[in-house]
């Protein structure tokens, strides 16, 4: 059993991370009297309320049996209640294994605390299941060996494509949360918040006479994920204020669903403060060039997160990164046109990379030039132009075979795990083409 506490301590006060940090070791650790916390992905919070466990989140469907099997022996008895920190699938998608848990040891059926807008974002996760299982085997499959740093997000099974997105098992939200709401189990009360940040359907939950807040993912020990490309809106300024809101609040135990929990008032203080300000410095800078006519090109090259702040151990870009957010700070505010005329109705991008291809002598021409590009450190450029080439000759295995190289030569070059995975997955494109070529 690790001693989660001390590490946390240890990396915050020293500003380094020497290991991993968003750990996935299925282990269950004992953190206050009462309270554990089962790393996965994402982590299972549990507190011994006297009339069974209260749990927030169930992790994910791969792991969601392993975890209910660490929390019987530490507590056997039935789960009170399970709540839900928001939708998304490594939070519910182990749900099924904590409701079959209380069936088969007569315990009767789970209770399950959640936001109101949860269940519309089942309703959503059902009607694009293929859409969804496809934008996360992009963003999760074929990078974790590469990963350095964040080789400790993965899965803890690993695991491939399940056949589905939302587990047909997930149990719904049977007690739902406005705004707010406060109960008491056990003798202890118990406040549910809302908070708009990663999701519109996320709570907080604060334990006054504790001192306790079990955060979700508004604390995940990386730069705030506020910008994912494949995703739905994100709202970095609303997670800012929550986090405010949290401060306010003076907790003494910080209990996140991706990372190490955080003891100490000015601890938990500080690492707040700093991703909060973090984001409200985004959205200023993003906003004041918006305000002052600039186009989303020259925000995205300009807007910069200081670089001694994402060095933080809690604010690296392992996972999205803030190019992205300053992308989704735009779209909150400004729409999806990103003000170049010619991309309000563009042409195709097979035209596009036909006309560019006869101008420049051959698409084997724009993607020898791109090589070179690429080589010479300019992956930007040079994928701009691989991808002209491969559009103009989209079945051609050389050219398609040099577009395969400049992707993964990006793919290396990145830090975070979702520019990884996009950028495989375009080597993989290329590289399916050359395989078909070959096999013909």
């Known amino acids: 059993m690790a001693d989660l506490l001390a590490?946390?301590?240890k990396v915050v006060d020293s500003g380094v991370a020497d290991g991993p940090v968003n750990r996935t070791t299925g282990e269950l650790s004992e953190v206050a009297d009462g309270l554990a916390m089962v790393e996965s992905f994402s982590h299972t919070v549990?507190?011994?309320?006297g009339e069974g466990l209260v749990c927030f989140d169930a992790s994910h469907y791969n792991s969601g049996a392993q975890i209910v099997s660490e929390l019987a022996r530490w507590r056997p008895g039935p789960v009170h209640t399970l709540v839900y920190t928001h939708g998304h699938i490594d939070h519910v998608g182990g749900s099924g294994a904590f409701a079959a848990h209380n069936r088969d040891n007569g315990h009767g059926d789970l209770r399950v605390v959640g936001h109101e807008n949860v269940q519309r974002?089942?309703?959503?996760?059902?009607a694009t299941d293929a859409w969804n299982q496809l934008i996360n085997a992009r963003q999760f499959g074929g990078v974790r060996d590469d990963l350095g740093m964040v080789n400790d997000l993965r899965p803890a099974s690993g695991g491939g494509r399940l056949g589905f997105f939302l587990p047909p098992d997930t149990v719904d939200v049977?007690?739902?949360?406005?705004?707010?709401?406060?109960?008491?189990?056990?003798?202890?009360?118990?406040e549910y918040h809302h908070g708009k940040g990663e999701t519109d359907d996320h709570l907080w939950t604060w334990f006054p006479e504790k001192k306790w807040v079990a955060t979700g993912d508004f604390v995940i020990w990386n730069f705030p994920n506020a910008g994912n490309p494949q995703k739905v809106q994100r709202w970095p300024i609303e997670w800012a204020a929550t986090l405010r809101r949290i401060i306010a609040k003076e907790p003494e135990l910080l209990l996140p669903a991706h990372g190490l929990p955080i003891a100490g008032r000015e601890r938990i203080?500080?690492?707040?403060?700093?991703?909060?300000t973090a984001l409200e410095n985004l959205v200023r800078d993003v906003l004041g060039m918006m305000n002052s006519g600039a186009t989303l090109d020259e925000i995205?090259?300009?807007?910069?997160?200081?670089?001694?702040?994402?060095?933080?151990?809690?604010?690296?870009p392992l996972y999205d990164e803030p190019e992205f957010v300053v992308r989704g700070v735009w779209r909150q505010f400004g729409g999806w046109w990103d003000g170049a005329p010619s991309r309000l109705k563009p042409a195709r991008d097979a035209q596009v990379g036909t006309e560019l291809a006869a101008l420049a002598g051959g698409a084997d021409v724009l993607v020898r030039r791109a090589h070179e590009i690429a080589l010479a450190g300019d992956l930007?450029?040079?994928?701009?132009?691989?991808?002209?080439?491969?559009?103009?000759?989209?079945?051609?295995?050389?050219?398609h075979e040099t577009r395969a190289a400049i992707y993964e030569m990006r793919r290396k070059a990145e830090s975070s795990l979702m520019a990884k995975g996009i950028f495989k997955?375009?080597?993989?494109?290329s590289e399916a083409v050359v395989k078909r070529a070959q096999e013909s």
């Open 46 to 49: 549990a507190w011994d309320s």
């Open 300 to 316: 995205v090259h300009t807007v910069r997160v200081p670089a001694d702040t994402l060095a933080k151990p809690y604010l690296r």
């Open 7 to 9: 590490l946390s301590a």
């Open 425 to 429: 997955g375009a080597a993989r494109e």
């Open 174 to 190: 049977g007690v739902t949360v406005g705004d707010f709401r406060s109960e008491t189990i056990g003798g202890t009360v118990v």
């Open 121 to 126: 974002r089942f309703d959503r996760y059902r």
């Open 269 to 276: 203080a500080r690492v707040l403060d700093e991703i909060a």
């Open 380 to 399: 930007r450029l040079a994928c701009h132009l691989a991808d002209f080439a491969g559009w103009a000759e989209p079945s051609d295995p050389e050219i």
